[in-house]
């Protein structure tokens, strides 16, 4: 019998069209999302949520002020851009946790449930009775997941500064070393550019609540083996610092700090954008004879002495990125994006190094990104048919399962919009008593 190609037997088991169609990993788990003001709660539950857990975002009356959080303003449909996405896949609920009535209404949910996420300062929940210790006593297999901007111990823990995207940021020490170069015996008078440059997307949010995610799904499998929940403590400065590994490493042997350096890379050459005719591309070679092959492509093997070239080494200090740096951008400047590509492609088959080559890739603009064959093919941005909000592109699951897929249901929900339906699920709550607890502030 003839084996399917590898390429069309993935295609048939990972199509995000065929994703209904097949189990849900995660649907016999029960996530009270308290994850108030932050994205990072927020994308943490999405992911759970793709993957088939019942999440119940639990929000204040007037629900939470993520929902604001839109560029320009714009909104749709009255919901902001930002939780219209980060909003997937849950179910939405209100519940006032500053009254004792929607406090014990929160204890006979994680009486059921299998986690809790929870994005408050440090010592809130504690000061509600809802802290950990005290609902393991109602639920000794709970999972007390907490997100905090520097984590339930240390001495920054109980700063009362919000947890917002860019104060982990500037903490995390990879915004020192990011943006343009400040050259020596300058002043930021003189290059009022040359500041720390944040990362646009709200990345240390995003970094926090996925490692809370892994921390979740480890914390479930250990339980599955015990029986017994754990509290777990993710520090949203610490989750983006993590991502400055050498730079840590690079002080700690050399007691040298990574400086800003624009668009250059002290960590690797050639390795940088580059202007073209028509936009930008990246360029990546952080071998010897990528750079090598880049010279020769471009045509200055003879003039540049390409053929000298000792080690890579050489290239990746500060004084010669800056004297080749203006170089490799003149010789880019003559070509187009596309011609750039079809050059790599090219040299990798008949270059005199082939089939080494430099990497080279175009700077795409949200539009491009969007209508990238390739992400069209694998369904990233396949719209989804929501019943409040419409037909909306949000982007899909970015990774793959062939037995249980992750998937986008919906997009969102309106501020309390399963009420009705989780309170008598889970509470045994009817409309009557529901009204009431409306009309008192509760819910």
């Known amino acids: 019998m003839e084996r399917q190609p590898l390429a069309a037997w993935v295609r048939e088991r990972d199509d995000p069209k065929i994703a209904n169609t097949k189990p849900e990993a995660l649907d016999d788990l029960t996530i009270l999302d308290l994850s108030y003001n932050s994205y990072a709660g927020c994308y943490c539950s999405s992911l759970l949520s793709e993957l088939g857990a019942q999440v119940i975002r639990i929000e204040p009356p007037e629900g939470d002020f993520l929902r604001t959080c839109t560029p320009y303003g714009l909104l749709h449909k009255k919901e902001g851009l930002v939780y219209l996405s980060e909003g997937r896949n849950k179910f939405h609920v209100t519940l006032n946790l500053k009254e004792e009535k929607g406090r014990e209404m929160l204890k006979s949910l994680a009486a059921q449930a299998d986690v809790l996420l929870e994005t408050y300062h440090p010592g809130v929940m504690d000061d509600w009775g809802l802290g950990y210790e005290q609902l393991k006593e109602i639920n000794p297999r709970l999972i007390f997941a907490s997100i905090s901007p520097w984590g339930q111990f240390g ?40 500041v ?35 509290a777990l403590d993710v520090a949203t400065a610490e989750a983006y610092a993590n991502f400055d590994d050498w730079g840590v490493l690079i002080y700690q042997e050399h007691g040298y700090i990574v400086e800003r350096f624009g668009n250059l890379d002290q960590g690797g050459w050639i390795y940088c954008f580059a202007p073209t005719r028509d936009g930008a591309v990246f360029i990546g070679g952080l071998r010897l004879e990528q750079w090598q092959a880049f010279v020769d492509m471009v045509g200055k093997w003879d003039e540049w002495g390409a053929a000298d070239f000792k080690a890579i080494g050489d290239f990746m200090v500060k004084e010669a990125q800056l004297k080749w740096a203006p170089l490799v951008f003149a010789e880019t400047r003559k070509y187009t994006n596309d011609e750039l590509i079809e050059m790599s492609i090219k040299y990798g088959k008949e270059g005199r190094l082939a089939p080494i080559t430099p990497v080279i890739a175009p700077v795409c603009n949200p539009m491009e990104a969007m209508t990238d064959a390739n992400w069209l093919d694998r369904g990233l941005f396949t719209p989804v048919d929501d019943p409040v909000y419409g037909e909306v592109v949000v982007v899909q699951s970015q990774y793959k399962l062939t037995e249980t897929p992750p998937r986008v249901k919906w997009v969102c929900r309106p501020v309390g919009y399963d009420n009705d339906f989780i309170y008598l699920k889970h509470l045994s709550l009817g409309p009557t008593r529901l009204k009431k607890l409306k009309e008192t502030g509760v819910v």
């Open 196 to 230: 720390p440059t944040k990362a646009g997307p709200w990345i240390s949010w995003a970094s926090a609540g996925t490692f809370m995610a892994a921390g979740i799904l480890a914390a479930l499998f250990y339980r599955d083996r015990t029986g017994e929940g754990q």
């Open 155 to 194: 001495p920054r823990s109980k700063s009362k500064m919000p947890d917002y995207e860019n104060v982990a940021q500037a903490r995390g020490s990879i915004q020192y070393a990011t943006g343009e170069m400040l050259p020596d015996g300058k002043s930021y008078d003189e290059y009022p550019w040359a």
